[in-house]
């Protein structure tokens, strides 16, 4: 933590600082009524951040310094703690005297709210994948003992690539409830749009406060509308009580029955109604992918959730958390080979190994077939475990007999991922060489066993 002292005060056009703490601030990117928030390098760490500070004139007001100082303590809590590819990183946070500030990971781009305008939608594929991905975090983030409170568009952050939203981040949590601390929490908080029908009753909350009000995120982002509007707040709290929102289906074309099903469903008034838990409400948006139920965008040929749910389901992985899984989405090389293509020649030096996702290879050694490998095991994987290169040049054919979909990572790429992943690796490796083990003692002295 730096202290007060360490903060230079000086400041640039726009009543933009120079610094604050060590950090360098490079730009201002957004301002509320209570904070303000900066781009910044981090020199340390060599990093741009993002850094969140209160607002001096918040501070003019007992109330507001009551308030700010539970919701900067509550966020200041979380530093180190929520680490989900989906979820922003809190870095640090500074308890200044006069002017407290968190320092947050830096996300380019913008926030979902600027896609729930009517001129401004995103595809019905890119939003579902949008809820899939959140849904996961949220339901990691549950699992820490939180629930958010304040799920709105504001505070989804969005990665933007060549124009089209390819991936998000779920931020600010000063409104987080804490369900092991012992401590009095400010309650109802959230914003009202998107806040459940128990949140306004004040009731004790669950994980299915945040499914309602993502699901009213995820109606904003299909219809360009929330799912309920009213001039005043009491007439919208009438509306989130006992009202229904209107199909999506009549709101904008194309939209899937089932979509529209599955959102309202999260949308029920009694969160008994509602998706069982995070993990049924986000593979219930991923079954839309996987059916072909919406109109595909010509996007990308294949979804990270299909590739997460495929990752899943394969044996090679079961030892993997969602947290690792998504680093393998992300990280690894996704290959499609054909019927006859070689994966690897005999003599040929390893550069690579494969987990077969999906098809069939063979194995032949001197033109003779001596093993099939199927979806969910590897192969190459000496040029990863191998101690000399020696031992890394291939001792066999390796041939597609059924058009395979592999899931490729060099040595190179192993060393930039995380070590709790490598590990998981290095003992899925052990279970392969196990069961390959097993197999030729078998194959050795009971060979009528295996034909």
């Not at 005060?9 to 201002?28: C, K, S």
């Not at 928030?37 to 501070?59: E, G, M, T, Y």
């Not at 996987?290 to 899943?312: H, I, K, M, Q, T």
């Amino acid at each position: 933590m730096a202290s007060s002292a360490s903060r230079t005060t000086a400041r640039t056009g726009n009543n933009l600082p120079q610094r604050i703490g060590r950090y360098e601030v490079r730009a201002r990117l957004g301002e509320g009524a209570t904070s303000e928030v900066f781009l910044a390098h981090d020199a340390f760490h060599d990093r741009l951040v993002a850094i969140k500070r209160v607002r001096h004139a918040s501070l003019a007001d007992p109330l507001d310094t009551h308030y700010s100082a539970r919701f900067f303590a509550s966020e200041a809590a979380l530093v180190g703690r929520l680490k989900h590819p989906n979820v922003v990183q809190l870095y640090d946070a500074v308890d200044d005297p006069q002017q407290p500030y968190l320092v947050l990971e830096y996300v380019p781009g913008g926030t979902l709210r600027e896609h729930c305008r009517p001129d401004a939608l995103l595809s019905l594929e890119q939003i579902v994948e949008v809820g899939f991905k959140c849904a996961m975090a949220l339901g990691y983030v549950y699992r820490q003992g939180l629930i958010h409170r304040d799920v709105k568009p504001a505070n989804l952050l969005a990665s933007v690539e060549r124009g089209q939203v390819r991936d998000v981040k779920i931020s600010d949590f000063g409104s987080a409830l804490h369900l092991e601390a012992t401590r009095t929490q400010v309650f109802r908080v959230g914003s009202l749009t998107y806040m459940s029908p128990e949140q306004l009753d004040g009731a004790d909350l669950d994980a299915r406060a945040d499914q309602y009000s993502l699901a009213a995120v995820l109606y904003h982002l299909i219809a360009g509308r929330p799912p309920f509007e009213a001039p005043a707040q009491a007439a919208l709290m009438h509306q989130i009580c006992h009202a229904e929102p209107a199909p999506l289906t009549e709101l904008r074309d194309g939209v899937p029955a089932a979509l529209d099903t599955i959102v309202r469903r999260a949308l029920a008034k009694s969160r008994d109604d509602r998706h069982a838990d995070w993990e049924a409400f986000a593979q219930a948006l991923s079954s839309l992918a996987a059916r072909r139920e919406l109109p595909r965008a010509g996007l990308r040929e294949v979804l990270d959730s299909e590739r997460f749910n495929l990752l899943r389901s394969l044996e090679f992985f079961h030892g993997f958390g969602d947290i690792e899984l998504w680093e393998v989405v992300h990280r690894a090389q996704w290959q499609r080979h054909a019927f006859g293509a070689a994966l690897y020649h005999k003599g040929q030096l390893g550069g690579s190994f494969h987990i077969i996702a999906a098809g069939r290879v063979d194995v032949f050694r001197d033109g003779r077939k001596v093993a099939e490998l199927a979806a969910g095991t590897s192969v190459g994987e000496m040029v990863y475990l191998a101690p000399s290169p020696e031992l890394r040049v291939h001792s066999a054919d390796v041939i597609v007999a059924d058009a395979a979909t592999t899931v490729s990572f060099t040595p190179e790429v192993m060393e930039r991922l995380s070590v709790a992943t490598r590990h998981l690796f290095d003992g899925a490796f052990i279970g392969v060489l196990v069961r390959r083990l097993h197999a030729a003692h078998e194959a050795l002295h009971h060979p009528r066993r295996i034909l």
